[in-house]
């Protein structure tokens, strides 16, 4: 029996779910790693003060915002890039879109080749820059915001294993792909004045898909696409 395969179940949100507010602080240098599934909403602010004694001796890990890896298991983020006007009464904050702010460096490491997919959910502001660094060997599911401005490289075995929903394909140019490489853009490069990664301040996303995983890419608010003819045999 053929069944179609359906993507993982994710809620529409509206305008209003994609702004609220976390329901825990902000940290820094976040180092989770286990070695079954990881879960969780992690909330980072580039620019908070960490003492060192409550910090990951082992990691050593400062160049990282935050770093999550998950050896055998699953991998469900919900990762918040916050400014220090980030305060838990108002997430949107109220501080000048012209100060400048640290860029936020964040890997996820998504190591198995079990059947499972990894899910995450990136929300960041022009204001609030990252850099997203994500590896994995399974299916990943990234929503990012309808509003992302930055280069956007993907390295997805197989050309046909990188679907994007109607959300992304409004904002999302591809300049080249060849070999399962795609080097792409995310919003107007021409207001945005980019002139190369080297100069770029704002924010980047670096995907690695190995073996048979997919890329299913979407804007926040959305359903996640569905590979085209894609099927389950049972």
Known sequence: ????????????????????KPTSPPSNFQHVQHNAALKGTYVIDASLKVPDDLLDATSGRRNKNLYLESMTGEIEADIWI??????????????????????????????????????????????????????AGVDVYLAIPSDFVGPIS??????????????IQSILTTFS????????FAGDIRMAEYKGER??????IDV???KCGSLFMFVLGEEPPVAPGGCTIM
């Open 177 to 184: 792909e060849a070999n399962g490489k795609r080097r792409c």
């Open 82 to 135: 916050v400014g220090k006007e980030f305060n838990l009464l108002d997430q949107r904050g109220t501080g000048s879109s012209s100060e400048t702010r640290p860029r936020a460096v964040v890997d996820v490491n998504g190591i198995t080749t079990r059947a499972v997919k990894h899910r995450i959910n990136l929300h960041t502001t022009p204001g609030n820059p990252c850099t997203i660094s994500i590896y």
């Open 208 to 210: 690695t898909i190995e």
């Open 199 to 204: 100069s770029w301040t704002g924010s980047t």
């Open 154 to 167: 993907l390295k997805v075995t197989g050309n046909q294993n990188v679907h994007y929903s109607e959300g």
């Open 1 to 20: 029996m053929v069944v179609k395969s359906e993507p993982p179940p994710y809620s529409t949100l509206s305008s209003a779910d994609i702004f609220t």
